[in-house]
Nanobody, 123 residues
């Protein structure tokens, strides 16, 4: 089973940028959507962006225009370019695959969660 491995998080000032990577360990992401989520302390995990095998993308309203998701053709990595970061973007960021039918906004229908990578945006 493919296990996503996230990296690229860190500490950045407000207005800065980070590029997160999600690499498929043990295989490829196949035909499944891959999504980026985040979870801040005391808050629910939320979908930020997703990309299909056919490169169709979708974003949460709060990150449209600031975040860009991409998927390499070799299907082993998905990236999240984050620009104009805000303190409220501080959270742990995760990637996952959507192998089951169901609402894409519900983390329960996503699988293969990685350990996440911490993003901290200072004001």
């Amino acid at each position: 089973q493919v296990q996503p491995v996230e990296s690229g998080g860190g500490l950045v000032q407000a207005g800065g940028s980070l590029r997160l990577s999600c690499v498929a360990s043990g295989g490829t992401f196949g035909i499944y959507d891959v999504g980026w989520f985040r979870q801040a302390p005391g808050k629910e995990r939320e979908l930020l962006a997703g990309i299909s095998w056919a490169q169709d993308t979708y974003y949460a309203d709060g990150v449209k225009g600031r975040f860009t998701i991409s998927r390499v053709n070799a299907n082993k990595a998905v990236y999240l370019q984050m620009n104009s970061l805000k303190p409220e973007d501080t959270a742990r960021y995760y990637c996952a695959q959507k192998r089951r039918t169901g609402s894409r906004d519900d983390p329960a229908f996503w699988d293969g969660w990685g350990q996440g990578t911490q993003v901290t945006v200072s004001s």
